[in-house]
């Protein structure tokens, strides 16, 4: 896929139908994918981290979330196609999944969060299957957390940890997942559980 470099952060050119086709195409063949949804405050971060940017480098897919990254790939005179929102990304990933009967694990947001969203989840998506969720503030049981998501074998699996910690989440635990596209995802959840 074509990338495009804005200030260090190697962007996806690509439009939101294209990405989800490839990530359906991933799931379907049952590969693995780190996405990030980055927006200018996310670059800017990165470029004051270099931990973090070094995070970066290991995503398959890096998404342009917001208008000022797609002003910035003007800027570098390699416009992007269009901006793809996290929040929508994920919501277009969720009808797929119901669609398909995909398994779906929750990471991340305070317990009221999940309390509230889970129920809306199993009432808007019926036919997706919660492959597990657990709340964002799990120091000192960081393996057992890895181990539930290792165990629910999940298709997609939403990290709701803001940045930088939803990144880094992703990068360390990764290689010990057999499969899924693994989505840093901010404050979505708080959204989502309304
Ligand atoms: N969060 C979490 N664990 C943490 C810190 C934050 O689960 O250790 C959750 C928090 O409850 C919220 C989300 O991560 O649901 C962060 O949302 P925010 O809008 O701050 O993220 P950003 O969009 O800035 O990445």
Known sequence: MKKVD?????????TQQEILNILQDKIERNKKAFVVTANPEIVMYANKDPQYMHTLQFANHIIADGVGVILGSKIVR????????????????????????LRVFFLGAS????????PKIKRDYPKLVIAGYHHGFFKGHEHKVKQMVKEAKADLVFVALGYPKQ??????????FEKGIFMGIGGSFDILAG
């Open 6 to 14: 804005i200030l260090g952060v190697e962007f996806d050119f690509t």
């Open 78 to 101: 390699q416009p992007l196609p269009e901006r793809i929102a996290g929040f929508d990304l994920m919501i277009e990933l969720l009808s797929i999944a119901n669609q398909k009967g």
């Open 111 to 118: 317990e009221q969060t999940l309390e509230k969203m889970i």
């Open 167 to 176: 990144e880094e989440w992703i990068q360390k635990n990764i290689d010990s």
